[in-house]
């Protein structure tokens, strides 16, 4: 089992900035994937940005050049810098991790909120 914990959300103007973090706890093992997914209200869950433990990433078009993923793996934590933040990035942000990407098991953390205002 792995447990995911985030924090960092919030209610932003347009334009502005968050950070989100996430820490993994439990069956950390490598190689794996972790990252960030977001649900907007009546949409789909959709990927924002993935990174694997080797370094390489996945962003989704709608946030590329404006968002950047890190990650730290020798404390287990992943983070998500959010820049030039639009209306429309407003969701229910997930943190995830996988041992792959598509693979299963795959764990979810509780979602942190991030409204951002016109």
């Known amino acids: 089992q792995v447990q995911l914990v985030e924090s960092g959300g919030g209610l932003v103007q347009a334009g502005g900035s968050l950070r989100l973090s996430c820490a993994a706890s439990?069956?950390?093992?490598?190689?794996?994937?972790m990252g960030w997914y977001r649900q907007a209200p009546g949409k789909q869950r959709e990927l924002v940005a993935v990174?694997?433990?080797?370094?390489?990433?996945n962003y989704a078009d709608s946030v590329k050049g404006r968002f950047t993923i890190s990650r730290d793996n020798t404390k287990n934590l992943v983070y998500l810098q959010m820049n030039s933040l639009k209306p429309e990035d407003t969701a229910v942000y997930y943190c995830?991790?996988?041992?792959?990407?598509?693979?299963?098991?795959?764990?979810w953390g509780q979602g942190t909120q991030v409204t951002v205002s016109s």
């Open positions: 995830h991790y996988s041992y792959g990407l598509g693979s299963r098991p795959e764990y």
């Open positions: 439990g069956s950390i093992f490598s190689p794996n994937v």
């Open positions: 990174m694997r433990s080797a370094g390489s990433t």
